[in-house]
């Protein structure tokens, strides 16, 4: 399988919790390239008081980056975007565009298990209400949308787009979430799949994995929907 996307990834090197170093950037590239990715939205964290690399030291290493990827192949792709705390505020994303993917208007939007859904409700539509197109990230780890599945459904009414990560689809973060993974798929609420990829051993690329995955359990269809059509509308 080729010509997939990554959506969620910590690669940039000595950025925030991702690859420590520019070699470690390197075998992450290399590992996700035999995975048959050839497009990969960078997403370091950007977390008021936690992950506030400045736009030039990401840039930096983005630079970097992207010449390790022309050098394994000229037609790897690497987009710079963020995984922007919902406890940043809309002048960040407004001042400093790499927070969005790939400079768009979307914006792949972390929660932790200490929001409420109303909390997470007000914060898609603060973004929305501002032009910008919230992308959920890892939706499956947050135990309110777990427990009711109608609440990802309101959202997703409201404009708001949902990722989840492959080794959750996978079953590797446990049974539970592996069946609520399912279940999104099933009811069409899943729009985007990322590896959130930090590192070679505990935190990996999985994206070739779950797309094989996908398709057996979902269609070929389906697959080439989540992991090439539906990122490839972002940049488009
Ligand atoms: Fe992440």
Same mark, same amino acid.
């Given at each position: 399988m /080729?010509?997939?996307?990554? #959506?969620?990834?910590? @690669?940039?090197?000595?950025? =925030? =919790?991702?690859? !420590?170093?520019? /070699? /470690? &950037?390197?075998e992450i590239l290399k590992l996700e390239y035999a995975d048959g990715v050839r497009k990969?939205?960078? &997403?370091?964290?950007? !977390?008021?008081? #936690?992950? %506030?690399?400045?736009? =030039? =030291? @990401?840039?930096?290493?983005? %630079?970097?980056?992207? %010449?390790?990827a022309k050098e394994i192949d000229e037609d790897f792709e690497l987009i710079l975007g963020c995984e922007f705390y919902a406890s940043g505020d809309i002048e960040v994303l407004q001042n400093e565009p790499t927070r969005t993917l790939g400079n768009t208007n979307f914006v792949l939007l972390e929660f932790s298990d200490t929001f409420s859904y109303r909390d997470i409700q007000n914060k898609c539509y603060e973004l929305l209400m501002n032009n910008y197109i919230p992308i959920i990230a890892h939706a499956e780890r947050y135990s309110i949308l777990r427990k009711k599945i109608e609440y990802v459904e309101q959202i997703v009414d409201m404009g708001v787009y949902i990722q989840i990560n492959a080794s959750s689809i996978l079953g590797l973060d446990g049974f539970n979430m592996k069946r609520f993974c399912k279940k999104l798929m099933k009811s069409d609420l899943l729009h985007f799949v990322g590896s959130d990829v930090h590192n070679l051993t505990t935190r990996k690329p999985l994206i070739g994995k779950c797309a094989k995955y996908v398709e057996k359990v979902m269609g070929e269809e389906y697959m080439k929907k989540i992991f090439i059509d539906n990122p490839f509308e972002i940049i488009k």
């Open positions: /080729e010509g997939l996307y990554e #959506m969620h990834a910590h @690669i940039l090197a000595d950025v =925030d =919790d991702g690859a !420590r170093n520019i /070699e /470690e &950037t390197k990969i939205f960078l &997403t370091p964290h950007y !977390r008021k008081g #936690m992950f %506030e690399t400045s736009e =030039d =030291d @990401i840039l930096k290493q983005y %630079e970097a980056a992207k %010449e390790i």
